[in-house]
């Protein structure tokens, strides 16, 4: 297991790999993202920003998604995975934040985690991107690259990794360290190819050198 200092190291040098990470589901505001992370649970954010470039021009807050028939929003979103749970926890969602928060998105875990289709990590993501507050959004990125890293075990609950993380990092790193997880996770220490050889944390990383001996290069 990594140390708090290596686990700080570690983040840092992903930072410095992706200068630019940041959220990569478009939105205008708070209740978009929202939606938008909704829609991205097991899909691709490209091809969320790609349903929600017109979805969002159509929608804009919620009393929109309730106004119409939940097989009109099911066709607006059909290329999603999951099209129609999702169109029923988006109306449902709406429906609550008018009800019973003002048609505001609401700002805390327990108020977000009570909306259809909201759990901990679309939470995280929501206080963090949307409302500037510390968390850490554990996807499959972040868990992989956690667990590759040796930060945290392999066993672990997605919870667990949660709260590791935070146990390790200052507070004021987290909401960025989510952002440099993802995108180190996304675009170098890939799921089926991640690039070992080239990889500057490669000396602390136990998956790391397992695939290095399997490719036949040296760690």
Known sequence: MLTNKETVMCIKTMAEMFPTAHCELEHKNTFELLVAVVLSAQCTDILVNRVTASLFEKYHEPRDYISVPVEELENDIRSIGLYRNKAKNIQALSHKIMMEFDGEVPRTHAELESLPGVGRKTANVVLSVGFGVPAIAVD???????????ICRWKDSVIEVEKTLMRKLPKEMW?????????????????????????PLLYLCREGKKQAKARGFDG
């Open 140 to 150: 499959t990125h972040v868990e992989r690259v956690s667990k590759r890293l040796g």
């Open 175 to 199: 909401s960025e360290a989510h952002h440099d997880l993802i995108f180190f996770g996304r675009y170098h220490c890939k799921a089926k190819k991640p690039e070992c050889s080239t990889c």
